[in-house]
T-cell receptor, first 111, second 110 residues
Framework: DTEVTQTPKHLVMGMTNKKSLKCEQH?????MYWYKQKAKKPPELMFVYSYEKLSINESVPSRFSPECPNSSLLNLHLHALQPEDSALYLC??????????FGPGTRLLVL | GIQVEQSPPDLILQEGANSTLRCNFS?????LQWFHQNPWGQLINLFYIPSGTKQNGRLSATTVATERYSLLYISSSQTTDSGVYFC????????????FGQGTELSVKP
């Protein structure tokens, strides 16, 4: 099973809301990732978790807060977002240093 | 940081035609992947190919690591091949930090 699941598929939120994105994998991968993709652009790395510890933060604003409760689950908590944060948020997982497998993404619209 | 350049940026093909997509990168890498992003946004793994040649059905890929480029070949293209093709690389000891090229947008016409 090479599936990474993400929920919700779509999310609309106001600038004062708090919401969370969820990502799950059951492939035993020890690395998990969050990427952000704007329209007509490539994905850009936001965060990397390795063995459930945050190993890379690509200078992401604090209104994005990642969490890795266990080796299968990755969350992205959202608070006080701006309209320019509207994008496709992609989660991925991999064995360390190997192929990254992506989920279907969450399309986020911030009003 | 490492630069990843893909060409061509756009490509329109008639169904049944063949094509070659190119990815140049500016430094040595220990990970190179090709992805297809479908119109719904799903990134689908095509190849993990830091070096050598691989084939999967109508698709094949070759990476010449010493010359810092990779090629993706699509033969007998189908309308379902439409979408954006991304090359992504990772340098040594970067902890999984994939750097994506700008992509090639492929449109296959019936």
């Amino acid at each position: 099973d090479t599936e990474v699941t993400q929920t919700p598929k779509h999310l609309v939120m106001g600038m004062t809301n708090k919401k969370s994105l969820k990502c799950e994998q059951h492939m035993g991968h020890r690395a998990m990732y969050w990427y952000k993709q704007k329209a007509k652009k490539p994905p850009e790395l936001m965060f990397v978790y390795s063995y459930e510890k945050l190993s890379i933060n690509e200078s992401v604003p604090s209104r994005f807060s990642p969490e890795c409760p266990n080796s299968s689950l990755l969350n992205l908590h959202l608070h006080a977002l701006q309209p320019e944060d509207s994008a496709l948020y992609l989660c991925a997982s991999s064995p360390l240093g190997e192929t990254q497998y992506f989920g279907p993404g969450t399309r986020l619209l911030v009003l | 940081g490492i630069q990843v350049e893909q060409s061509p940026p756009d490509l329109i093909l008639q169904e049944g035609a063949n094509s070659t997509l190119r990815c140049n990168f500016s430094d040595s890498v220990n990970n190179l992947q090709w992805f297809h992003q479908n119109p719904w946004g799903q990134l689908i793994n095509l190849f993990y190919i830091p070096s050598g040649t691989k084939q999967n059905g109508r698709l094949s890929a070759t990476t010449v690591a010493t010359e810092r480029y990779s090629l993706l070949y699509i033969s007998s293209s189908q309308t379902t091949d439409s979408g954006v093709y991304f090359c992504a690389v990772e340098r040594d000891n970067q902890g999984g930090k994939l750097i994506f090229g700008q992509g090639t947008e492929l449109s296959v016409k019936p």
